[in-house]
């Protein structure tokens, strides 16, 4: 691991990891001292979000290409993080967000339906994350609405193939591009209903994301759907989400991404953050790779630290913001747990 890493990096890395490390978790997402400040307030807000990015970034070492935007008092988006946001990258998970709004477009477009039922085989199955191949046993019919959960609740790489069944790669290709995305794309291979996930943009995946959030880019209902699941508690925690109450996760649409390839670990992470009455008020993209630590894929990377540091200060930032001028709307029942019955 360490041959693809520089001196550089490598101890920005290791200082990362034993302050954080010797930290109480209370602790772990205060490394800058101002990010717990009472009332930060609208108008340094931004500038309290860029120095702890850089703070991150430096302390985490790798290459980061980012985007991040937040509504103002008067409800105007403006740019608050623009760090190479045009680079084009391996978007690895964060890229099922686009297959999985390839999906709903055809949706939309009444030539697929949520309830459609598809067979799930053992020749389709896929390890990595996710949850179908820990069942062993297989042959079980599910729908449409059931793998595009597994897709985002939590990263199934079965449903990717399952997603590819109803919507082949280059038909994935042609919706986004007709969307306007100029480079988020999936990568084809030989059979037509496979695909790698392919590359994007943090300024593109920012635009999916608002797009998304604003009900602009698919159905209302659609969009519904697919922001139900990526707020949901049940998803995703050691980024982001990790120093939030249960009812401060529910506001945090996210999605996370990790592998690695010759250059070191990728570690990736975008998302929308909704304010009390649901209204779309901060994106965040952030895609790190050139990293260590290759076979941690849990919350102790230093990058998924710097996620976690990142995701506290920009939900205090947002706390006092309202987007009173944005039309589009998004909530989610709060988590009442059931004991069977």
Not at 24 to 51: C, F, Q, T, Y
Not at 251 to 274: L, N, P, Q
Not at 328 to 337: E, G, K, L, M, S
């Amino acid at each position: 691991m360490a041959k693809h890493v520089s001196r550089r990096a490598a101890i920005g890395i290791g200082a990362a990891a034993a302050a954080l490390v010797t930290a109480p978790r209370s602790a772990a997402a205060s490394s800058d001292p101002a990010a717990h400040a009472a009332g930060p307030g609208v108008s340094r807000g931004p500038e309290l979000i860029r120095s702890t990015y850089r703070q991150q970034k430096a302390r985490t070492g790798g290459v980061w290409h980012s985007h991040v935007a937040m509504v103002d008092s008067a409800g105007t988006l403006d740019v608050v993080v623009s760090d190479d946001a045009d680079r084009v990258t391996h978007g690895y998970s964060v890229q099922k967000l686009a297959v999985a709004v390839a999906v709903m477009d055809k949706i939309d477009r009444g030539e697929l339906r949520l309830d459609q039922r598809l067979d799930l085989t053992a020749d389709i199955i896929l390890g990595g994350s996710g949850i179908y191949f820990l069942q062993t046993v297989w042959g079980d019919e599910v729908t449409v609405a059931n793998f595009l959960t597994a897709l985002l609740l939590v990263s199934d790489n079965t449903a990717v193939r399952m997603c590819g069944r109803v919507v082949p790669a280059l038909e994935i290709n042609q919706i986004l591009a007709a969307k306007g995305f100029t480079h988020t794309r999936v990568e084809p291979v030989a059979n037509p209903n496979r695909f790698f996930l392919g590359v994007t943009t943090p300024r593109e995946t920012h635009d999916l994301l608002w797009r998304l959030a604003n009900k602009t880019l698919l159905s209302v209902r659609s969009s519904d759907f697919l922001l139900g699941i990526l707020r949901w508690i049940n998803g995703y925690h050691d980024g982001i989400r990790r120093e939030m109450s249960s009812a401060e996760r529910s506001r945090v649409a996210t999605k996370y991404g990790a592998d690695f390839d010759t250059s070191g670990a990728a570690r990736h992470e975008a998302g929308i953050m909704f304010d009390a009455a649901g209204a779309p008020t901060l994106t965040y993209a952030f895609f790190a790779d050139s990293l260590g630590d290759l076979d941690n894929y849990g919350g102790t990377h230093p990058a998924v630290r710097a996620h976690a540091v990142l995701g506290r200060v920009m939900l205090d930032v947002v706390g006092p913001v309202a987007n009173r001028v944005g039309r589009a709307r998004h909530t989610v029942r709060p988590f009442n747990p059931v004991d069977g019955g």
